[in-house]
């Protein structure tokens, strides 16, 4: 069974780090792009970067609002993927999910993680 | 950035209705176009990919068509298991990948 597990997340401060994890299982890890996309309390989807698969290098792209405070990686070893969270805001408070990009299509989403951010 | 335009944000419907969302790229996207299921508390799901090519497992009463610009999401004899949010998603490869805004479904 193709899955992801998330974990990680949690009430920050303003400015404060946080790293959340995504383990898949049930695939070809290596193979395939892996995403992650957040969802704001009562909002729409956002879109917050990729990391590209063996054959594309692992390259890794952005969006633009987290451009700079977000880090994505990926552990082959561990078949897990990651978001390190820096400088985190308010409105960075929402559910995170990472995703198994597959031909475009996001599928299947890990469970989603709640992060908040607040004094 | 690439805008998707979706609509309507929110429907209502009666049980074994046809309901039809549509959702306009601002720029040609081909068939690079995706639609999401999302129930309440719950990880969106992939229903159609590539514009009309329905997921693995999806009722065929789901349905998506369009190319281009203009897309169409459509559920045939609407059920009550179908209350959820819907999301189209374009894919093209101009990055960033982007969403509608969603539309909320209710019977």
């Known amino acids: 069974e193709v899955q992801l597990v998330q974990s990680g997340g949690g009430l920050v401060q303003p400015g404060g780090s946080l790293r959340l994890s995504c383990a898949a299982s049930g695939f070809s890890f290596s193979d395939h792009y892996m995403d992650w996309v957040r969802q704001a309390p009562g909002k729409g989807l956002e879109w917050l970067g990729r990391?590209?698969?063996?054959?594309?290098?692992?390259?890794?792209?952005?969006a633009a609002s987290v451009k700079g405070r977000f880090i994505i990686s990926r552990d082959e070893s561990k078949t897990s993927v990651y978001l390190q969270m820096n400088s985190l805001q308010t409105e960075d408070t929402a559910i995170y999910y990472c995703?198994?990009?597959f031909g475009g299509g996001f599928d299947p989403w890990g469970q989603g993680t709640l992060v908040t951010v607040s004094s | 950035d690439i805008q998707m335009t979706q609509s309507p944000s929110s429907l209502s419907a009666s049980v074994g209705d046809r309901v039809t969302i549509t959702c306009q790229a601002s720029?040609?996207?081909?068939?690079?176009l995706n639609w999401y299921q999302q129930k309440p508390g719950k990880a969106p799901k992939l229903i159609i990919y590539d514009a009309s090519n329905l997921d693995v497992g999806v009722p065929s009463r789901f349905s998506g068509s369009g190319s281009g610009t203009d897309f169409t999401f459509t559920i045939n004899s609407l059920q009550p298991e179908d209350v959820a949010t819907y999301y189209c998603q374009q894919y093209d490869n101009l990055l960033p990948v982007t969403f509608g805004q969603g539309t909320r479904l209710e019977i």
């Open positions: 720029q040609d996207i081909g068939s690079y």
């Open positions: 990391s590209r698969d063996k054959s594309n290098s692992f390259t890794i792209d952005y």
């Open positions: 995703a198994r990009n």
